[in-house]
């Protein structure tokens, strides 16, 4: 295989004030560096847009380093080994890897995990078995404490990590499942996937809209959104409640300070569990994840969804548009 000796590579451009636009991003052709010992040359085939990903281009501390401007931006990939200097890799190893936003990346191979033999596509290592899977596993089952039995609210439930929560929740025993989205086309979606209800957050104040889909209240709120739909979670919580805080994607792109749910003082009465969470907390749940859901995904019992885009130099627009709520599932970008 011949080697390629330039790639090319999506950077910071400058940082953006509010909601990202292509401006802020610039596609740049660079030199690869030689291999070293221990490393792996790696040809992307498909590359991960995330939400996590707005906060890091903001100069900001956090639990991520921020993206810098004039720096390539990174994010889950998946590719292929095609060249290796290091033991265990091999030309042909399918590998995930946190080099995305490239066409070709060369890193240490142990800052890489091969794919063994599986009948999945190299998308679904980024969504549903990726770190997705995880973040909806984890967050339901440690973060929020489920239990057999629970009603559950899942807000964003059309996304990557909110498809898998609601359908993860039903089988292991939820008594009910609703999930809120942005169009009529996703809530249509989320009761294919076994949804007890599901509405569409543009038809009314959502605590309306959740009190309707949940008339006996919740005991589960997995929280992707924050801003109202939070507060209306809030409410409809029953005693002993739990919420997840996994993402606010309401509030990403927010040029002004944003107001904390007004009913906070709720959570007091009702003995509320609020606990925010990052799916690096719980990775010693990957194997108790894969053994759980892996059968289910085997047997068709999870569906999956992707909204994918070509090209690296439609990457910057994915991101733009996962941020707009353009994606049904994960959003990848194939390379």
């Known amino acids: ?32 560096p030689p291999l070293q010992d221990g490393e792996i040359l790696v040809a992307n085939t498909v590359m991960s847009v995330d939400p996590y990903m707005r906060g890091r281009m903001n100069d900001v501390k956090s639990y991520v380093p921020p993206f810098q401007v004039d720096k390539p931006l990174d994010g889950g ?43 999945f596509s190299d ?69 294919e996937l076994g949804f007890d209800a599901a509405f569409d957050y543009h038809d009314g104040p959502v605590r309306n809209l959740l009190k309707q889909a949940a008339p006996d209240g919740i005991d589960v709120y997995f929280d992707n959104v924050g801003g109202d739909h939070l507060e ?43 606990r925010g969470f990052i799916v690096g907390k719980y990775a010693s749940l990957k194997d108790e994840f894969v053994a759980t859901v892996g059968p289910w995904l085997a047997d068709g019992s999870i569906s999956w969804d992707e909204t994918t885009r070509a090209g690296l130099d439609n990457a910057p627009q994915a991101f733009i548009d996962l941020l707009e709520g353009a994606n049904t599932g994960k959003m990848v970008v194939t390379l």
């Open 77 to 119: 990939a998946v590719g292929t080994v095609i060249a290796s200097k290091a033991e265990g890799f091999a030309e042909g190893d399918r590998v995930l890897h946190g080099l995305g936003w490239r066409e070709h990346a060369v890193l240490p191979a142990d800052r890489a995990t091969r794919i063994e033999g599986s009948d």
């Open 1 to 32: 295989m011949t080697i390629p000796s330039k790639t090319r590579e999506i950077h910071l451009a400058s940082r953006p004030n509010g909601a990202p636009t292509p401006d802020n991003f610039r596609l740049v052709e660079v030199d690869l």
């Open 232 to 274: 209306a979670a809030i409410s409809s919580l029953n005693v002993d409640g739990r919420v997840a805080m996994c993402g606010a994607i309401s509030q990403y792109n927010a040029t002004e300070a944003t107001p904390a749910p007004r009913n906070l003082a709720l959570a007091i009465g009702k003995r509320l569990t609020l």
């Open 123 to 191: 998308s679904a290592y980024l969504g549903v078995l990726g770190m997705p899977g995880l973040t909806a596993y984890a967050g339901l089952m440690a973060a929020a404490e489920f239990k057999p039995g629970d009603i559950v609210y899942v807000s964003g439930a059309a996304g990557a990590v909110g498809s898998l929560v609601g359908q993860i929740a039903k089988l292991s025993g939820a008594s009910r499942v609703i999930g809120s989205a942005g169009s009529p086309e996703k809530v249509a979606r989320l009761l």
